[in-house]
């Protein structure tokens, strides 16, 4: 069974090139309809492998398509507010107790939550709301959605590239590579915050 899944994702991504994985990885960022994106960039590693698939070019469709959901997403909440997902919402699993939570994460971690979430499965694809919520600094939104997307698209395409035809491997190793994502994410959170106390006290001293 899980041959046939693997050689039917590989098949479609193969078929839609480059375009099937900038429109996927699209749909996967955003929040109508989230789903693994273990599912495309796996298959699109093991394409670049089997040289069917360019690993640059797979990386920078897989990359630019997370950013275009992820700006969809924001967009959404910038311009049209919480009135829209409080409405709309429960019809993409979105409740407003979620979305309560999802703006307490942002509101506590500030800009650094759009980087870090990206490699969180199950949040990624949420967390460019309540940035959209609190008309975040364009700028710095592209910058860390790309770096935190970048990477786990990195991960996802090695991944792929690596086992070639071993798929089995692909569903074992998938839950280490999870949990060394969340570590990665925990390592550069409590940087980011370091950093920024150490920025603190020196303007304090410096007054």
């Known amino acids: ?11 479609t991504v193969e078929s839609w090139g480059y375009f099937g994985v900038f429109f996927l990885m699209f749909v996967e960022s955003s929040f109508f309809i989230p789903f693994p994106s273990e599912v495309v960039m796996i298959p699109a590693g093991y394409l670049a492998f089997s040289g069917k698939m360019s690993l640059l070019w797979a990386f920078v469709a897989g990359t630019a398509g997370s950013l275009a959901g992820a700006l969809c997403n924001y967009y959404i909440c910038y311009f049209f507010g919480r009135p829209l997902v409080a409405k709309y919402g429960k019809y ?6 979620k979305m309560a939570k999802f703006e307490a994460f942002f509101n506590k971690y500030g800009d650094i939550s759009t980087f870090n979430c990206r490699l969180i499965p199950g949040i990624r694809q949420y967390i460019s709301l309540p940035a959209g ?29 690596l086992i070639g035809d ?6 074992e190793e998938m839950p280490l590579i999870t949990v060394a994502a ?8 409590l940087v ?11 303007e304090g001293e410096s007054v």
């Open 133 to 161: 919520l609190a008309k975040m600094n364009m700028f710095k939104f592209c910058l860390y959605t790309s770096l935190g997307a970048g990477l786990w698209v990195a991960v996802l395409l090695a991944v792929g590239y």
């Open 192 to 202: 980011y915050f370091f950093v920024k106390r150490k920025q603190k006290r020196g």
């Open 1 to 11: 069974m899980l041959s046939q899944i693997v050689e039917f994702l590989v098949s």
């Open 166 to 171: 071993n798929q089995e491997l692909i569903k």
């Open 182 to 189: 969340l570590g990665f994410v925990v390592l550069v959170t």
């Open 92 to 97: 993409v699993r979105i409740t407003p107790e």
